[in-house]
């Protein structure tokens, strides 16, 4: 199937830095959706992005939608402990089987007191 | 509110012992999914069913088996659980198939096999 490379596969940061992660595909994207895990429970929607080019925020996180459509990255502002899980990006075609999600191989992080 | 509830959270069985899990949703939307996770790995879609109509990826096996008997409710059914079959097993639900549908996810309910 298609396949999501997302970097990077870890992260260790120190609280109050700034993080950025992204995926990058060799097909073409419509939908881009950024998910967080905690461990043992389900993904939670964090950004989704509709449009190449489209910028969004929510709270300390910034989502971008590549203007190639290949592409998104997510970004965490003055890291805090609770940030710390699985992140994994998702990408979505609009016509046939391929409306179902791909998702990317994920990046865990962890932030350090 | 959780909107999309799996039950139960976490699940044990015997190798080759049928084992159901459920999943209901409170947001009536039309898409229902089962996706399995494996540790340190990305969600797998299994199949969904868009209303009553039912799509198995080309790559699930036929252990596994899905029922939607309304709305509301989706269930996963293995019929002969291998070890192999051990994981987290996620339930999503989308209000349709267009790109500006998101998946909204359950907890999860983690299988173990003995």
């Known amino acids: 199937g298609q396949q999501l490379n997302q970097s990077p596969q870890s992260m260790f940061i120190q609280e109050g830095e700034d993080v950025s992660m992204n995926c990058t595909s060799s097909s073409i994207f419509n939908t881009w959706l950024w998910y967080k895990q905690d461990p043992g429970e389900g993904p939670v929607l964090l950004i989704a992005l509709y449009k190449a080019g489209e910028l969004t925020s929510n709270g300390r996180l910034t989502a971008q939608f590549g203007i190639t459509r290949k592409d998104s990255f997510l970004n965490i502002s003055a890291s805090i402990p609770s940030d710390v899980g699985i992140y994994f990006c998702?990408?979505?075609?609009?016509?046939?089987?391929?409306?179902?999600?791909?998702f990317g191989s994920g990046t865990q992080l962890t932030v350090l007191p | 509110d959780a909107m999309v509830i799996q039950n139960p959270r976490y699940q044990v069985t015997q190798f080759g012992k049928p084992v159901t899990l459920s999943c209901s949703q409170t947001l009536n939307h039309n898409v229902m999914y089962w996706y399995q996770q494996k540790s340190s790995q990305a969600p797998k879609l299994l199949f969904h069913?868009?209303?009553?109509?039912?799509?198995n990826e080309a790559d699930t096996p036929d252990n596994f088996q899905s029922r939607r008997p309304n709305t509301s409710f989706c269930f996963l059914d293995i019929r002969s659980p291998g070890l192999g079959d051990a994981a987290m097993y996620l339930c999503?639900?989308?209000?349709?198939?267009?790109?500006?549908?998101?998946?909204?996810f359950g907890d999860g309910t983690r299988l173990s096999i003995l």
């Open positions: 069913y868009y209303d009553k109509d039912f799509n």
């Open positions: 998702a990408g979505r075609r609009s016509s046939g089987s391929a409306r179902q999600l791909t």
């Open positions: 999503a639900t989308s209000r349709g198939l267009e790109g500006n549908q998101p998946q909204h």
